[in-house]
């Protein structure tokens, strides 16, 4: 099921198996994806990562993520573009900024349960019946299920993954560190520079990540950088100096040494074992 509007406002509800799971490479432009497992042992390459996702795991992907499948038993697909939702402009509604998209080197895995899932499927169940209603409304009502779908995976994200509840300045800074990574890793490679556009001290942003997850603010940020590295590598021609410029680095020396460091083999080992 595909809504396309008048503004090209797109967004897509799909059922996924064996038979049809092709058309889960298919893309859009500036598209994300929210991918909810209904069976065990679903097989998926995410940036040249091997994942094996089980019954009522969510994934959430950015036009970013280099999506490859393995293996699909079944598998509930939801797409949507900037026209359509722009978490960024209305991220003051959902909160997913930094949390499900643009904010993490590895993709966000969650598991619905009990309640959460009960919602879950309520809300998946409403937005499918709702591609019915050919009416001036639909567009507005789609929107209202998209939001009430990432809500509830945001709360399913902190309740899972943070040491313990935040509180609002601190759930924050962490979207917003995590967002700016996002947006300048490739040009910012210290906490002291993102301090900066924070307004924050260093010592303040490490210490709101030691209470709330497992990284380091640094950690979040050389992670972000290898996962690019991986990507050029892996996808691209590139040779290993270019695909250090492009990151930040000043000679191939210190990409390569910095390469290593994260991911025990150099550029070269990297691309030649793939």
Request: proline share 3%; charged share 30%; glycine share 2%.
């Amino acid at each position: 099921m595909i809504y396309t509007g008048k503004q090209n406002e797109y967004f897509e509800i799909q059922s996924i198996d064996s038979s049809n799971c092709k058309h889960l490479l298919e893309s859009q432009p500036e598209v994300l994806k929210l991918i909810w497992f209904t069976s065990d042992n679903n097989k998926l390459l995410i940036d040249g990562i091997p994942y094996t996702f089980h019954k009522n795991e969510l994934l959430s992907l950015s036009q970013l993520n280099k999506l490859e499948y393995e293996k699909i038993n079944s598998i509930n697909l939801l797409r949507f573009n900037r026209q359509f939702y722009c978490i960024l402009d209305h991220d003051s509604e959902v909160s997913c900024k930094g949390v499900l998209y643009y904010g993490a080197a590895t993709p966000p895995i969650i598991k619905a349960e009990d309640k959460e899932l009960e919602i879950l499927e309520t809300a998946w169940k409403m937005a499918v019946l709702e591609f019915e209603m050919k009416d001036d409304l639909q567009l507005e009502m789609l929107q209202m299920m998209l939001k009430r779908i990432l809500i509830l995976c945001t709360r399913i994200f902190k309740r899972q993954k943070f040491h313990e509840s935040p509180t609002p300045k601190q759930n924050d800074l962490f979207r917003e560190f995590n967002f700016l990574v996002e947006m300048h890793f490739r040009e910012k490679h210290t906490v002291a520079e993102y301090s900066e556009l924070l307004f924050k001290a260093p010592k303040t942003i490490s210490n709101t990540f030691k209470k709330l997850c497992e990284k380091t603010p640094l950690q979040v940020i050389q992670e972000r950088i290898v996962l690019e590295a991986r990507r050029m590598l892996y996808y691209t021609d590139k040779d290993v100096s270019e695909i250090g410029y492009e990151l930040g680095f000043q000679d191939i020396q210190s990409f390569s040494r910095f390469f290593k460091n994260q991911e025990g083999l150099s550029p070269t080992d990297f691309r030649e074992k793939k």
